[in-house]
């Protein structure tokens, strides 16, 4: 578990399905994101398949224990480069508060330091600006922009509806640096 001022970082437990179907049940949050809202039994299904797994955390308020986000933290490979790739989603009722940022660089600190990391990456759609401003705020620098290099979604056609992604990252030698 990691402990910010505001927000407890822990794995997640098989009773936040409720909590992810608040926010993974609205259209708004694929806005950026694959998927499509789900139930509240496919929520369930997943904070129980999450509690088995290592890749996501839930971002827990202290004050009250409510889980108004996740992050998504996991090597990528060849295990040999020491990348970890971050991601995140917020339940909506919780944006502009401060969460992503607070949780998002409080993983990325413990990670430098316990995980043997050598750096952390992260891909964004350029219209996201809430999301890339976090990255810039936790010091990750941009690196590129891909252009139309990913689809989440298919016009009626089929045919894909390419997006732009931005990629960030930061060096376990910045944080050092910091």
Known sequence: MITTPRLLIRKFEPQD???????????GIYRFEPGEPVSLAEAQEIAIKRAHG???????LKQDQRLVGHLYFKQTEPLDFLTWELGYIFNPAFHNKGYATESAGALVRVGFAHFGIHRVMAHCNPENTASWKVLEKIG???????????????NPDGSPVWVDTLEYALLKEDVQAG
């Open 54 to 60: 290592s890749d996501f955390w839930a971002v827990v």
């Open 17 to 27: 399905g409720n909590a992810l179907f608040e926010y993974l049940s609205d259209p």
């Open 140 to 154: 990750m620098r941009k690196e590129g922009c891909f252009r139309k290099s990913v689809f989440f979604r298919t």
